[in-house]
């Protein structure tokens, strides 16, 4: 009786790799998709805390704080509000921009005032809020 050798794989085995492969970057691509939006977040939260700082430092020049208009409906993102809070708040730093993922403004709140970022995607958008003591809001259930 002769053995047979077999010097390769068996069509099964190689689609038991390929779908354990496949479940395993299906995972992976998610874990990674959480990841980046947790770290846009974070960025944002940042840049909103500049921001506040920037507005202590305007309000010791001017002796008003720095807004779009009066409500968060003036916070448009075609109208140029991010790159005017980087010039007048953040020292020119390009800090908000596409990249980020979210579109960056102020609007007043009384005498005070209120940072909003809202995400830049078209459905789900998570907004977080800001208020002038430097609390944030709490986000809402899909943020």
Do not use: R
Request: aromatic share 10%; proline share 1%.
């Amino acid at each position: 009786m002769k053995k047979i050798i077999s010097s390769g794989f068996t069509l099964v085995e190689l689609l038991v790799v390929v779908a354990i492969l496949g479940i395993i970057s299906a995972i992976g691509i998610t874990s990674y998709n959480g990841y980046v939006a947790g770290a846009k977040k974070k960025s944002t939260k940042n840049v909103m805390q500049q921001i506040s700082l920037g507005q202590t430092e305007y309000f010791s020049e001017n002796g008003e704080y720095y807004t779009h208009g009066s409500n968060q409906a003036s916070c448009d993102p075609d109208n140029g509000t991010s790159t005017a809070l980087e010039t007048n708040l953040l020292g020119g730093a390009d800090v908000i921009n596409k990249d980020m993922g979210y579109f960056v403004c102020a609007h007043k709140d009384g005498n005070k005032y209120k940072i909003f970022a809202k995400e830049d995607k078209a459905s789900n958008q998570c907004e977080m809020k800001m208020s002038w003591n430097g609390t944030f809001d709490a986000p809402g259930t899909h943020c």
